[in-house]
């Protein structure tokens, strides 16, 4: 699996081919299912570009991104969009419309509070799980770990050159995580040799403008599709020549 992640935190001071609006959210959303991606995060944006869980946004960025393509859509429950975790917790109880899934930072305040409101409504939990916290810790000793959806392990250093060494050890901090699947993604600096790693180690991955804003020449990407389309790329020549040395 190939998530597209379309914006994260990222506003229109960081490039034209970041979608902030509804509209653009789904058309994006649509060039990258075309260029392969088989799911969607993003993350809805209240009119001045800031990230929110308004059900009052949370809707028409779901409505509009659903008329467009068929895949899952998932949306984040950040700290940042919404830092009191009772207030965070109120807003996933007042969602309207339910995206397929939603990620759930561990190391967060509130996080098992969010993660099990979402399971209660039928939503999929990624379970975000940063390197550089103690999110894998919390979630070992998590009763809700068996029920998420998935593990998001984020490797958060951003140096392309310890990119690798910091998802093998993030991985092995997870240990078998409740045999849950694990979709391994880095950002900035660290985004393509972290989806170089998924692809030799056969899992899931996730590529788009919140991860990284560049191609791996270097060269600023101009929008979703294209990411996707190069990551689609790198993670199949990745995965072909593990299988090459495979015994």
Not at 29 to 57: E, I, M, N, Q, Y
Not at 114 to 120: R, S
Request: glycine share 10%; hydrophobic share 40%; aromatic share 4%.
């Amino acid at each position: 699996m190939v998530q597209v992640c379309l914006n994260g935190p990222r506003g229109a001071t960081d490039g034209a081919g970041v979608p902030v609006s509804p509209e653009a959210m789904a058309e994006s959303a649509a060039l990258a299912v075309a260029a392969g991606a088989t799911d969607v995060h993003v993350h809805p944006k209240t009119p001045c570009g800031h990230d929110t869980l308004s059900p009052r946004v949370i809707a028409p960025t779901l409505d509009a991104i659903r008329a467009r393509v068929s895949v899952p859509v998932g949306v984040t429950t950040g700290a940042w969009a919404e830092p009191d975790p009772a207030d965070r917790l109120e807003r996933v109880r007042g969602w309207t419309v339910l995206p397929d899934h939603a990620s759930v930072n561990w190391h967060e305040p509130g996080a098992e509070e969010i993660a099990a409101a979402l399971i209660e409504r039928g939503v999929g939990v990624e379970a975000g799980i940063w390197s550089g916290t103690d999110g894998a810790a919390r979630f070992a000793r998590s009763p809700l770990g068996p029920k998420v959806l998935r593990v998001l392990a984020e490797v958060t250093d951003t140096s392309p050159d310890t990119a690798e060494q910091s998802a093998r050890t993030l991985l092995a901090d997870l240990g078998p995580a409740f045999h849950r699947p694990v979709l391994l993604h880095g950002e900035d600096g660290s985004a393509w040799p972290t989806l170089r790693l998924a692809g030799r180690l056969g899992l899931a991955t996730r590529i788009g403008m919140e991860d990284t804003l560049v191609l791996p020449d270097g060269r600023r990407a101009v929008s979703n599709a294209e990411l996707v389309a190069e990551g689609m790329r790198v993670y199949g020549e990745a995965r072909a020549g593990s299988s090459r040395f495979a015994p």
